[in-house]
């Protein structure tokens, strides 16, 4: 499959380098665009829909790619990812998720994507502040198997947290998802998600909890005991919470990461990327300085061991992490352009999804979630 | 960092004209650019960690707090948990994978006697003395090897000097990541328990023994009263024989009356010790369900005509007619609840109904009603009718004789065959009694032709008959009924002497009382086969006996006898023996 990208910071810039990419007689089917929402994205939905492309689109907290051409980290761009992928061998659906839960839009979107393929490979973006990640991905594999193949991410907002934004070339919703199912008989999809945050402090129990709405812990209200455990002042949330999430713990030694979105001052709560379960132990978590870049080395290293071939690379990162390693984040993005030497597009998430090697599929937040896509 | 300072501070000093800096410029440059990213980098560590400064000292500060309290809470907990060990009332232990004392509570070490803290790190034979059980190691490393609990484990351990039984339960105790780190017990002392378990199965060993004695008592008086019923039945027969007037008839009919109740007696109670004693077994042949009514029919007509009482059977068109299953025990059934009909009916009639409930495959399931317009049955009596030797308190059922065990009888024989049995009654109209019995089918061909044949006059003139018998009066009735059969009789006392006789002359007939002096009839009937051997004889032998239970018939059997008869019997229950044991003889009579 033949791929090309770029980046811009104007939607004038966007259809400029469409036009100059395509001079040459190639002729795109499927765009994979990942944009700041300070750019008019109804524009360039229009314009690519005249184009007669399918898009995954979503809007982000900073993007980048990384290419022959050069390294970009932009905050209010767009990156493009330019693709003719085998008819037949693709499809894509956007979903509307007003009035439905995160789990039955899951299983909406996961229905649909089995009906394509018998076994399929699904990308998704979904809305960062209205979708509970964990939700969605439990409602697709609750239809299409705990074994599905499956990456994306949670759209950002450049932590406005106002409105986040997927998009097709048909329309786009600040509430749904967007999938592009790919068929595994002919596209390899594999990927890994690393975090390398740490826990900290000691045990403490979710009292009282409802999705992904914390409202106690340890019988004490939920945003008063952050506030107190951080010292942070209240103007300070919802940002800060990215880059505090509380660790849940599950069998030793596993994990989740769920970082905190929002904040019900009224009800004392805390609104997370995920679900916090009622009963769960938690603990405060935090990046251990650069050390997380070495950490995520080595797991990019360890991954290229397992897949070696890639034709494009699609890097969700949390957008905590950029926060944290600020411009040391070209660093671990950097590992993963040089391993493979193919282009590598990505964003900053509000929340990650992806199979570890052969592992089922999870939500997370906090990490380096890197895919690769290679034409078997 | 500060090496390329010193190689761009180095190489600046060294520069000595603008043409040379030109020809740097670039390098200078990147090196620059270098510095500045790296600046960047350091800048926003420092920034971050200032910011990060406040954030992780006040999570330290608070879980510096949070493990405090967690201390403070895991000591509470911890004197919890010792003064629940040191009160609770069973000897508690700990023990490691190698199955050695970790933490013994204090009424565990009182019971053995050492320190707890002596305990710890010694295995169970260092404490128990003596100790010699290898099972309760091997469940112990079971609990560690499965990760299961096992409850109740039973054993008995010296220490003090005394024997003593414990209860056990073990349970696994697992760390954090789910490991089996050692075991849990919880003893309690179970000797007192023991000697009363004990003492309580001595009893009921007694008690068993009890009903056991009480069971072949009955069953050896009903065996002795056999004999004497035969003297009385046959007897009366013989006189029924002779010229007697209407008085002296009378008498006879009560005699024979009282001798046929008594008779139902006996065999009720041996029927009764054989189902108690678990020893009643069911003869499973095929036959047909009308000839089993046609037989209730002909016993019970007769007194119902007597009565004045309509008598009627009637079996539903769609009930099978060939069946397979115990006739004589149904035929036992029927018996009795139609002869209570008629002795508990003044007037009216006796109805006999079958009805077909179900049928399956080859299976059917068939209900029996015995209905009267008797005197019926007040509402407080219904509930212990089928209960052993209960009888109806009420004036007008003491006029009628019973022993109180017909009814029981029916229920545990319906019980054997798997059915139910209850009744209806309205107390002065009449009563409803019923029962139900499944039964396999079986075809016509499957009846056994022996069975249910009457009797027709045979003449057996010119044969002759050895018999053996101690009781001179049953040697009467025996010789009596032959001889009308037309039977030569030689008789003898003994089984020796009937040897002898069968050695000196030759005879058509053999029949031998069972228990005989000096030879008993099985003895006597395996010589005589012991004789037969390698000639083409078989004389037809009929045991004679005062034993009823099923099962002996397997012994005449087995020791070469054609056939039997039980005391006490009619001539006409003589005859059919006789016909049979010939046929049965000629078919072993090698030609």
Redesign the interface.
């Known amino acids: 499959m033949q791929v090309k990208t770029f980046s811009t910071n104007t939607v004038r810039g966007f259809r400029q380098n469409w036009d100059q990419d395509t001079a040459d007689g190639f002729r795109p089917n499927v765009a994979i665009v990942f944009s700041s929402v300070e750019l008019d994205l109804t524009e360039v939905i229009a314009f690519l829909g005249q184009k007669g492309v399918r898009v995954f689109g979503s809007s982000s907290c900073g993007e980048f790619l990384y290419n022959s051409e050069g390294k970009v980290i932009s905050e209010g761009g767009l990156v493009c990812c330019m693709m003719d992928l085998i008819p037949g061998s693709f499809d894509l659906g956007l979903f509307n998720g007003i009035g439905a839960t995160s789990f039955e839009l899951g299983k909406r979107a996961g229905n649909w994507a089995i009906k394509v393929f018998k076994d399929p490979a699904i990308l998704v973006v979904a809305s960062g502040l209205t979708i509970d990640g964990e939700q969605l991905v439990r409602g697709i594999q609750d239809v299409a198997g705990q074994d599905i193949t499956m990456f994306g991410g949670l759209s950002g907002d450049d932590a406005h947290f106002k409105e986040t934004i997927v998009f097709s070339e048909a329309s786009a919703e600040s509430n749904g998802a967007v999938l592009l199912v790919l068929d595994k008989s002919v596209y390899d999809v594999n990927g890994i998600a690393t975090s390398g945050w740490v826990s900290?402090?000691?045990d403490k129990i979710i009292t009282s909890s409802e999705g992904n709405i914390v409202y106690t812990i340890d019988h004490e209200p939920a945003l008063d005991v952050y506030k107190?455990?951080?010292?942070?002042r209240d103007e300070d949330l919802p940002q800060?919470g990215i880059e505090?999430p509380l660790l849940i713990r599950k069998k030793?030694p596993d994990f989740v990461l769920r970082a905190v979105l929002n904040v019900d001052r009224e009800k004392k709560a805390l609104i997370f990327a995920g679900t916090v379960p009622e009963g769960a132990v938690v603990t405060?978590s935090?990046s251990p300085?650069?050390e997380i870049i070495e950490h995520t080395k080595k797991k990019v290293n360890e991954f290229y061991e397992f897949s070696s071939r890639s034709d494009l690379l699609i890097l969700f990162s949390c957008m905590a992490r950029h926060s944290?390693l600020?411009?040391?984040i070209s660093e671990e993005i950097d590992e993963a352009w040089t391993k493979w030497n193919k282009p590598l597009i990505g964003f900053f998430t509000y929340g990650e999804i992806g199979n570890n090697y052969k592992n089922s599929c999870d939500f997370y937040n906090q990490t380096f979630t890197l895919v690769s896509i290679k034409q078997k | 960092m500060p090496v390329i300072f010193q190689s761009l501070i180095d190489e600046l000093q060294n520069i000595k004209s603008s043409e040379e800096f030109a020809g740097s410029r670039e390098r200078i440059m990147e090196d620059l650019l270098r510095m500045k990213?790296e600046h960047?980098?350091l800048n926003?560590?420092y920034e971050?960690?200032n910011k990060?400064k406040?954030?992780?000292?006040?999570?330290l500060t608070?879980?510096s707090a949070?493990?405090k309290k967690?201390s403070e809470n895991l000591k509470i907990r911890a004197e919890e948990l010792s003064a629940i060990l040191a009160t609770i009332p069973a000897y508690v232990f700990f023990k490691d994978r190698n199955l050695n004392y970790l933490l013994v509570n204090k009424g565990f070490a009182e019971l053995v006697g050492i320190p707890a803290e002596q305990i710890k790190g010694r295995s169970v034979k260092d404490i128990f003395l003596n100790y010699n059980s290898s099972d309760y190691f091997v469940t112990e490393q079971r609990v560690i090897d499965s990760g299961t609990a096992m409850y109740n484990v039973e054993e008995e351990v010296e220490y003090n000097g005394r024997l003593r039984w414990v209860n056990t339960n073990l349970a696994p105790i697992r760390n954090?990541?789910n490991e089996i780190i050692g075991l849990i017990g919880i003893s309690w002392d179970i000797t007192e328990r023991k000697h009363f378990e004990s003492d309580l199965m001595h009893s009921k060993e007694l008690a068993e023994a009890g009903t056991m004695a009480k069971n072949e008592f009955i069953a050896s008086i009903s065996h002795e009263f056999r004999t004497p019923m035969n003297g009385i039945i046959g007897l009366a027969e013989i006189l029924k024989n002779t010229v007697l007037d209407e008085a002296q008839d009378d008498l006879l009919k009560g005699i024979v009356s009282s001798a046929e109740n008594l008779l139902a007696l006996v065999n009720d109670l041996l029927d009764f010790s054989a189902i108690e004693a678990g020893k009643m077994e069911l003869d499973f042949h095929p036959f047909m369900l009308d000839r089993v009514l046609e037989d209730v029919f002909q016993v019970l007509n007769l007194k119902a005509r007597e009565k004045s009482l309509g008598f009627s059977v009637i079996i539903n068109e769609d009930v099978p007619k060939h069946l397979f299953g115990d006739s004589q025990r149904l035929r036992q059934i029927i018996l009795n609840l139609t002869n209570n009909a008629v002795k508990f009916t003044e007037q009216g009639e006796i109805e006999i109904h079958i009805r077909l409930l179900n049928q399956a495959m080859d299976r059917a399931l068939l209900r029996f009603e015995v209905k009267d317009t008797g005197i019926g049955i007040p509402p407080e009596a219904m509930n212990l009718l089928f209960k052993v030797f209960s009888r109806i308190k009420q004036k007008q059922h003491y006029l009628i004789s019973g022993t109180g065990l017909g009814l029981s009888i029916c229920k545990k024989l319906t019980d054997l065959m798997g059915g139910d049995i209850g009744v209806e009654s309205v107390y002065g109209k009449g009563s409803t009694f019923w029962f139900t019995l499944p039964f396999e089918l079986s075809g016509p061909r499957l009846e056994n032709p022996y069975k249910n044949q009457p009797a027709v006059e045979v003449n057996y003139s010119g044969k002759k008959a050895l018999v053996a018998e101690d009781n001179l009066i049953n040697q009467k009735i025996v010789s009596f009924q032959l001889r009308r059969m037309g039977f030569e009789v030689e008789l003898t006392d003994n089984g020796q002497a009937a040897l002898e006789k069968f050695a000196s002359m030759d005879f058509d007939l053999v029949i031998l009382d069972i228990q005989m002096p000096i030879l008993d009839g099985y003895q006597v009937a395996k010589a005589i086969r012991q004789q037969e051997k390698g000639t083409s004889a078989h004389l037809p032998i009929i045991a004679l006996t005062a034993n009823a239970m099923k099962g002996d018939r397997e012994l005449y059997l087995e020791a070469g006898m054609d056939g039997y008869v039980s005391k006490p019997f009619t001539s006409e229950m003589l005859q059919q023996a006789i016909e049979f044991a010939n046929k049965a003889a000629a078919r072993k009579i090698t030609p």
């Open positions: 900290i402090g000691a107190q455990y951080l010292d942070v800060i505090y030793d405060f935090s300085g650069f944290a600020g411009p040391a | 990213t960047e980098k926003f560590r971050r960690l990060e406040n954030i992780l000292s006040s999570l608070r879980t949070d493990l967690v954090a990541a």
